[in-house]
């Protein structure tokens, strides 16, 4: 089959990697021109370093090579994404899969990957997500992701133009609960690493992730989405490859953060998209829209935009007032 990727980033080389191993017929689409000479020539590209472009892999910074594509997968990072679909727009097959593989959510609008990608495209929209670093994809590495929409027959198309031994995808009709837990999973990374640069330990650690992972499945539930989506793959899963591994830039950001560096002197530092700096914003606005509790988001946004020192934020979090691990615990 046809496809395209648009985005050389990490992510997207890794992904057209894997779909040309598939057999098929695959485009990278870059932003990044001046690179090509070098990715045609020594078949590397230096956003992955560490994986070998296939031959048969074409590269292009046209937009109009997404025509005749049967298979488009969108991955660039989320703040470029409403420009990029618009400039793939005029040039899709009107039969198209779209698939949406960003983890963000759209500042000012709050809106979800897919659903800006739907917005400017008016196709239907895949959400391919899970805990996957692109270095891992990229040697081959056993990885399980999801293919989630509300229409099974895209989701199993998507599922199997991808699936592969070491590359096992799942299918899920829950496209607001996959796609809130991989936005949402880098903001509790990004604290993750803070609490790391402070140097606390793994007890600290896993409170934050869970009781991160109950306040996303909380603004999740509010937005349409299911509770168990959130103990799947895109949920915990991603949580957990996110929170506690040295490839996440989110958490490599928190750790400089807690180490006393500044916010955009870490951002600058880590040097690719720190998504969940962009989600955390995103979230805080959510969450306030939806009325949820999340006392963790406010934190890292406090942190991360009102300059908030993560001493005081941690302090502050842990002095809040006693209360049961559930909301349903059954005893009220
Ligand atoms: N890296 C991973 O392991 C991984 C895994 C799963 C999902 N993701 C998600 O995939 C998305 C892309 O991440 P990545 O790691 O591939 O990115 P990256 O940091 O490796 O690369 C960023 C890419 O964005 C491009 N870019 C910069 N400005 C642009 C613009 N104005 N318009 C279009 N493109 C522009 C750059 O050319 C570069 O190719 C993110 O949302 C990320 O959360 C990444």
């Known amino acids: 089959m046809k496809a395209a990727v648009v985005g050389s980033g990490a992510w997207g080389t890794a992904l057209a990697i894997r779909l040309c191993k598939n057999g098929h017929d695959v485009t990278l689409w870059t932003f990044e021109k001046d690179l090509i000479p070098q990715m045609e020539s020594q078949r590397i590209n230096p956003r992955l370093p560490g994986a070998k472009l296939p031959e048969e892999l074409k590269i292009s910074a046209d ?11 969108v991955a660039c990072p989320s703040f470029p994404i409403r420009s990029v679909c618009k400039g793939i727009a005029p040039h899709l097959h009107p039969e198209a899969v779209l698939v949406s593989v960003t983890k963000g959510l759209e500042f000012g609008t709050t809106l979800r990957m897919s659903q800006v990608v739907q917005q400017e495209t008016g196709h239907a929209v895949v959400a391919l997500t899970g805990p996957s670093h692109a270095e891992e994809v990229a040697l081959d590495i056993p990885t399980g992701c999801l293919a989630a929409c509300e229409d099974q027959h895209l989701a199993e198309f998507v599922q199997d133009a991808f699936m592969a031994q070491n590359f096992r995808i799942y299918t899920s009709p829950d496209i607001v609960g996959a796609e809130l837990g991989g936005a949402l999973k880098n903001v509790i990374a990004l604290c993750a690493g803070v609490t790391d640069g402070m140097g606390f ?3 600290t650690k896993a409170m934050l992730m869970t009781r991160g992972l109950t306040e996303m499945a909380r603004l999740g539930v509010s937005l349409g989405a299911r509770k168990d989506t959130f103990a799947g793959l895109t949920g915990v899963g991603d949580l957990i490859v996110t929170c506690t591994s040295m490839h996440s830039r989110n958490r490599r ?10 916010v955009q002197e870490a951002m600058e530092q880590v040097g690719a998209v720190v998504e969940g700096y962009y989600a955390a914003r995103s979230a805080w606005e959510l969450c306030q829209k939806q009325g949820v509790n999340m006392p963790i988001f406010k934190a890292a946004y406090e942190v991360l935009y009102e300059g908030a020192s993560p001493q005081v934020a941690i302090k502050e979090l842990l002095l809040r007032d006693r209360r049961p691990e559930s909301e349903d615990a059954g005893w009220l």
């Open 253 to 262: 950001a928190g750790i400089l953060i807690g180490q006393g560096v500044g």
């Open 63 to 73: 937009y109009a090579c997404v025509k005749d594509c049967a298979l488009v997968v």
């Open 201 to 203: 330990g793994d007890n």
